[in-house]
Structure formats: C-alpha cells, structure tokens
C-alpha cells in the first residue's frame, strides 16, 4: 500500500508568518501531488498542484517538490486567521491512477 | 446549484441496518469516488468507477457496496451497519484523475 505521510499537527503560527506544510510519499514514480484545504465541518477543495520539481507559486502559496528525496511541502506567506484549516497532502499513484490523501496537518493562525 | 450534491448531509442509523448514500453530479465527469473520513486518518478510499461499467474497489471496500446508475450517480449502500462505520463520508469526481471536486459530505452516526 503506498503511502502519504504528513505531521499531523497543530501547527500554530502568528498572523503575518509564514506558514510550512510538509509531506512525504512512498510511490517513486508518482507524479502529480496536490494540496487540498478542508474547513472544519466542510469539503476538500484544491489550492495548488504541482508536476515538475521545483517551485510553484500561486499568490501566498508555494508548493515545492523534491522528487530525489520524495517529499513535497507548502508554504503560505503572510499567514491570515483565515487560512486556518487542515491540510490535506495528496499524491496521484502511478501505478492505479488513483489519488491517496495523507491524513493531514491542522494549521492555526494566530491573531 | 452545487456541482457536487450528496443526500442525505445527516443520517442516524442503528446497527444492521441497510443504508444508502446517493450521489449526483453536474460536472459531467467520468470519474466518481467515495471516500470516508475519520479523525487522524484523513480520507480513505472506498470505491472508485472510472465510467458506468467500470467500479473498482478501494482500501476499505469491505462491509460497502455501490451502484453507477449513469454518468452522474454513484450511491453508497451500508447492507448492514455498524457503529466503525461511523463516520463523515465524501462523493468526489475528477474528469481526468487530477483535480478532485468533493461533494458537502453526508455525516453518518450508527448507534
């Protein structure tokens, strides 16, 4: 079973800092890896994803990939208490092209 | 209207019982999915079907069943529940097997 592993968390950072969301995954050949964010009491829905190694900037969010080390991470820049939430790593495994969801990380922001 | 609907949003249950959960979708995408969520364990697989002949079974399958009565249906039968069954379940559909566009969820208690 491959897996996807993230720091379940909290996480809690001060209003204005940058937030880190790490991940890693089993699956060598994977290649497509999304982040989702999931509000208390609502549905995934998808902010960033991300193909090809490197960087990958969308407004405050930053999704970095590191295929060599198998690890795949998320930065938010100038944190609100709005982007407190979980979120949710996933990885498309190439072998089912089916997705798998790392069990997530809780992030709070503080005013 | 919400391309992802699920029904029922609550549903409490006693232990043997045969439920449903039903699924609709607006999209026009192939690709349907169920997941259940459990606190620490993020999304779980359930069953996937890629077109109306095509279902496949997931991590957890087990104690479930379901039904693709067209493009836009994908139900989700309990044939006899239990309480670990309790649980915040979750319709998903993908065109391609990326982006994942999540339904509002059905909460699922089984005394």
């Known amino acids: 079973q491959k897996e996807v592993e993230q720091n379940s968390g909290p996480l809690s950072v001060p209003e204005g800092a940058i937030a880190s969301l790490n991940c890693t995954y089993s699956?060598?050949?994977?290649?497509?890896f999304f982040w989702y964010r999931q509000y208390s009491g609502k549905s995934p829905e998808l902010i960033m994803f991300?193909?090809?190694?490197g960087d990958k900037e969308d407004g405050r969010f930053t999704a970095q990939l590191n295929k060599a080390s198998q690890y795949v991470s998320l930065l938010i820049r100038d944190s609100q208490p709005s982007d407190s939430a979980t979120y949710l790593c996933a990885v498309r495994e190439t072998s089912y092209d089916k997705v798998i969801f790392g069990p997530g990380t809780s992030l709070s922001v503080i005013p | 209207d919400a391309d992802v609907t699920q029904t029922p949003r609550n549903r409490i249950t006693k232990t043997g019982k045969r439920i449903m959960l039903e699924c609709s979708q607006t999209?026009?995408?192939?690709?349907m999915y169920w997941y259940r969520q459990d606190p620490g364990l993020g999304l779980r697989l359930i069953y996937y079907?890629?077109?109306?002949?095509?279902?496949n079974k997931g991590e957890i399958s087990d104690g479930y069943s379901v039904s693709r009565q067209a493009q836009a249906k994908f139900s989700l039968s309990l044939e006899s529940a239990i309480p670990n069954q309790t649980a915040l379940y979750f319709c998903?559909?993908?065109?391609?097997?990326?982006?994942?566009?999540f339904g509002p969820g059905t909460r699922l208690l089984v005394l």
């Open positions: 079907s890629f077109d109306v002949k095509d279902i």
């Open positions: 999209k026009g995408h192939d690709r």
């Open positions: 998903a559909t993908s065109d391609s097997g990326e982006t994942q566009y």
């Open positions: 991300i193909y090809s190694n």
């Open positions: 699956d060598r050949g994977s290649q497509s």
